[in-house]
Antibody, heavy 121, light 109 residues
Framework: ELQLVESGGGSIQPGGSLRLSCAAS????????MSWVRQAPGKGLEWVSV???????YYADSVKGRFTISRDNSKNTLYLQMNSLRAEDTAVYYC???????????????WGQGTMVTVSS | QSVLTQPPSASGTPGQRVTISCSGS????????VYWYQRLPGTAPKLLIY???QRPSGVPDRFSGSKSGTSASLAISGLRSEDEADYYC??????????FGGGTKLTVL
């Protein structure tokens, strides 16, 4: 069974840092395109970042320079390092696998259950 | 403000057919595939439609997608109470970012 399990969420003060983890089972993180997507309370889905199998990374403008996506192949785990956190980063963070079609990223076909991050003083 | 534009709400009675629209631009919907995700209350998003009009295994054929130019739509026929959920359209854009619609809350009356 393909599964993603996030962890690492919690409450943090503005300006603080947090690292989210996403453990995969049933497939290999390093061979896939992996993303983070978030949903703030009462808001819609917002894409955060992607890491391609070759290692290239892309970020939403709202988090560029503050968040870093990475992976640990030995642990088959995806990470999101979040620095300089702001109140507007408060959201449920989901990791998701992007399928691949003709070497291009495709749909998010596997999702984790999400982990809540609250940024508040 | 979401890059893709969806109506915030839609509704229908059981058995009816409802459609949800999604409008974008040439750099996202126009040049790339459209995806639709369903988010039931308290659950993670689920892929409903991929590559404009393809259904993953297990998604009923009551759900269908289409795309024309820079717009797309999701149609749900034979509406059922369990279809009450939030629906999001999405697309990769030419700069390898993902853009989502703001979501449409579907109410089954």
């Amino acid at each position: 069974e393909l599964q993603l399990v996030e962890s690492g969420g919690g409450s943090i003060q503005p300006g603080g840092s947090l690292r989210l983890s996403c453990a995969a089972s049933g497939f290999t993180v390093s061979s896939n395109y992996m993303s983070w997507v978030r949903q703030a309370p009462g808001k819609g889905l917002e894409w955060v970042s992607v890491i391609f199998s070759g290692g290239s990374t892309y970020y939403a403008d709202s988090v560029k320079g503050r968040f870093t996506i990475s992976r640990d192949n030995s642990k088959n785990t995806l990470y999101l390092q979040m620095n300089s956190l702001r109140a507007e980063d408060t959201a449920v963070y989901y990791c998701a696998r992007a399928a691949v079609a003709a070497a291009r990223p495709d749909a998010f076909d596997v999702w984790g259950q999400g982990t809540m991050v609250t940024v508040s003083s | 403000q979401s890059v893709l534009t969806q109506p915030p709400s839609a509704s229908g009675t059981p058995g009816q057919r409802v459609t949800i629209s999604c409008s974008g631009s040439s750099s996202n919907i126009g040049n790339n595939y459209v995806y639709w995700y369903q988010r039931l209350p308290g659950t993670a998003p689920k892929l409903l439609i991929y590559r404009n009009n393809q259904r993953p295994s297990g998604v009923p054929d009551r759900f269908s997608g289409s795309k024309s130019g820079t717009s797309a739509s999701l149609a749900i026929s034979g509406l059922r109470s369990e279809d009450e959920a939030d629906y999001y359209c999405a697309a990769w854009d030419d700069s390898l970012q993902v853009v989502f619609g703001g979501g449409t809350k579907l109410t089954v009356l």
